[in-house]
């Protein structure tokens, strides 16, 4: 069973990427899925979740407009597409299952669920 968040990378302001949530050993469309970011010296942030059955998605105003989340179709994923980056994205971005559609909406982890590693993002000229 695991989660593996890949995709991040070093870009210039107003750039793009894709980050990529792939879980093996369970159904990820069982499951609401979160993206978070940590940067040094603060606490974690969620700022975007997509429902278990995706009928919703959540954004944090911070990324509201930019950063859109959305399933693999059959490929047992979920993607954090990032737009017009920002330096103030720069941070370590992970996701995480959630067996609840209002935590979600919170961006709100619930307990026991399943966190990838993390992966780095840098937005700097």
């Known amino acids: 069973v695991r989660l593996v968040a890949s995709g991040g990378d070093s870009v210039q302001p107003g750039g793009a990427l894709t980050l990529t949530c792939t879980a093996s050993?369970?159904?990820?469309?069982?499951?609401?899925v979160g993206w978070f970011r940590q940067t040094p010296g603060k606490e974690r942030e969620g700022i975007s979740c997509l429902s278990e059955n995706s009928d919703a998605t959540y954004y944090r105003d911070s990324v509201k407009g930019r950063f859109t989340t959305s399933r693999g179709n059959g490929k047992n994923t979920v993607s954090l597409h990032l737009n017009s980056l920002k330096p103030e994205d720069t941070a370590i971005y992970f996701c995480a299952t959630n067996i609840s559609d209002y935590l979600c909406s919170q961006f709100a982890a619930s307990d026991g669920g399943r966190w990838g590693q993390g992966t780095q993002v840098t937005v700097a000229s």
């Open positions: 050993g369970f159904a990820l469309d069982d499951y609401a």
